[in-house]
């Protein structure tokens, strides 16, 4: 399912008016009257209430004068609040404002913060709020009195009902442009944007639908979006019928590097998880100091105890006998647990350099490229990265504050530099391609905020390459997967309190369900009939 951003949209609706011909006044009768159905099914019966749209001055104040005309015909009481003049309204817009004086429809026009200061009681008393003053091409932050306008709204705890995006949303990055409208739902048109997936954009957003205006499919492909959601749909297809005669060695054979003092939990689940997902044999790298420990906690996977500094972490010395354990392996995953020490460091830079074998980096394997990330430019094979923010940001010499504004464009752009798979973890993590294509996960809640989940995560990836996956579908397969798990114990324990271990035991059910399932799964979207 294709996520658009604001540039792209603008390219779809251009060519549909252009080259399609399909008037640009069509695509907004379109938009209003599908936005007007999906009102009256989120409020119900509101004849007997008081309605406001607060419109702006371009595309978006038009869309709300097609919605304001449609609860008039339903007898709804509405007024609309003009945030300009009536003179400065142009084109579509101009044309559904003028319609409205027809049907007796009260206009208020709050041009600047005097008007607003009028008018004020009388906007107080309004009881729901349609959303009509900015659209997806807001970059700038919002200021002057259009930003009280919007704050005076959210003071009013009333339900607000978002026209396209709620107004000062990013709709690329999901972040607030200084003041934005919380709405309670949002109709968007054509297609769900970024910004209304990611946080905090998903909670400004609220229960959001989407109408179909008219934008023909071979025109969205033409523009070819960038973003798509993971979705049920999309993931249920890699699943396939493992066949009869299988065995342990035809489901591969996984090599981890993993574990060190204090930290053996990381490798126990990170190996058990890449059996939970189906591969066949794992052998665990470790410091030998904690050997013992490990064959305590995991009795299906295989160790290997190597060489360790004097603080018991994975030694330099250790290099050549991992490059031989790498011998029939179909995967090599890096870092869960190993630590900082900086002999590690230097052995898991000389690994991934090395590796003939696909790669999944994950915590101090991440780490360990900190001010190196140059030798990713000269890998002998695919490379899955799992970062959280935190990682991230050490990676590309920033701050996590900064990874989280803007993580879609943080995850394209080193993935496409780099020529590696990126996973940007966290709410709604972000999986990013060296060919630029981004994919926003569906699955997932606040309970996997607990340590060992990364781990997890790691494992299943791992696991799936084991088997035969590409590196693209496994972090497609394994993300989605990893927060479908855990979506189930949320439904079935309750929303946090549950362990990564939990979530290990959930892994092979939640496959079940997805290799059996015959239902596409759009979480909290729709596609509105448009009549």
Not at 326 to 352: D, Q, Y
Not at 380 to 388: G, S
Request: charged fraction near 20%; proline fraction near 5%; hydrophobic fraction near 45%.
């Amino acid at each position: 399912m294709y996520l658009v951003t604001a540039s792209e949209i603008q390219k779809m609706d251009k060519l549909t008016i252009e080259s399609f011909g399909i008037p640009g006044r069509i695509l907004m009768e379109n938009a209003g009257r599908g936005a007007t159905e999906i009102f009256f099914e989120k409020f119900g019966d509101v004849t007997a209430k008081r309605v406001a749209v607060a419109a702006g001055r371009g595309n978006n104040g038009g869309d709300g004068f097609v919605i304001a005309r449609y609860l008039a015909w339903k007898q709804v009481k509405v007024t609309v609040y003009l945030l300009s003049k009536k003179t400065v309204i142009k084109g579509d817009a101009a044309a559904n404002l003028k319609l409205l004086d027809s049907l007796n429809i009260p206009v208020i026009e709050i041009d600047d913060k005097k008007a607003f200061a009028k008018h004020r009681t009388s906007m107080a008393h309004q009881e729901i709020w349609v959303d009509a003053i900015l659209g997806t091409g807001l970059r700038s932050q919002v200021k002057g009195y259009f930003r009280q306008i919007i704050e005076f709204i959210n003071s009013l705890n009333k339900p607000v009902f978002a026209v396209d995006i709620p107004s000062g949303l990013n709709a690329d990055t999901g972040q607030p442009c200084g003041a934005c409208i919380s709405a309670q739902a949002t109709a968007t048109f054509a297609f769900a944007k970024t910004g209304h997936i990611l946080f905090p954009g998903a909670d400004y957003t609220g229960s959001l639908e989407i109408v179909n205006i008219g934008i023909p499919h071979h025109i969205a492909e033409q523009v070819k979006p960038v973003h798509q959601l993971l979705t049920r749909g999309l993931v249920r297809n890699y699943f396939k019928p493992r066949a009869p005669d299988a065995h342990k060695g035809s489901t591969g054979h996984l090599l981890l590097l993993a574990g060190s003092p204090g930290k053996t939990g990381a490798a126990a689940m990170a190996a058990m998880s890449a059996m939970r997902a189906g591969a066949g044999l794992v052998t665990i790298g470790l410091p030998r100091g904690i050997n013992p420990v490990l064959e305590v906690l995991i009795l299906e996977a295989m160790t290997f105890p190597l060489p360790e500094t004097n603080e018991g972490m994975l030694d330099e010395a250790s290099f050549d006998q991992i490059i031989q354990l790498l011998s029939g392996k179909r995967c090599f995953a890096i870092g869960p647990g190993i630590g900082n020490a900086l002999e590690t460091k230097r052995l898991v830079r000389r690994i991934i350099q090395e590796s003939t074998v696909p790669l999944v980096i994950d915590a101090d394997g991440i780490n360990s490229l900190e001010g190196h990330t140059e030798i990713l430019h000269n890998l002998k094979a695919p490379v899955v990265l799992t970062p959280h923010p935190g990682e991230m940001a050490r990676l590309v010499n920033s701050t996590a504050g900064d990874i989280q504004k803007d993580r879609t464009g943080f995850a394209r752009d080193f993935a496409e530099k780099f020529n590696t798979h990126l996973i940007l973890k966290g709410a709604k993590t972000v999986i990013a391609h060296p060919d630029g294509s981004v994919f926003i996960n569906s699955t997932g809640n606040s309970g996997m905020a607990s340590g060992g989940m990364g781990d997890v995560l790691t494992g299943i990836i791992a696991g799936l390459i084991t088997q035969g996956y590409s590196s693209e579908a496994a972090a497609h397969a394994g993300v989605f997967l990893h927060g479908a798990a855990a979506d189930s114990l949320s439904e079935k324990t309750g929303p946090f309190g549950f362990l990564a271990s939990d979530v290990i035991s959930a892994i092979p059910g939640q496959i079940r369900h997805l290799a059996n399932s015959k239902l596409l799964s759009q979480p909290q979207m729709r596609v509105s009939r448009v009549v």
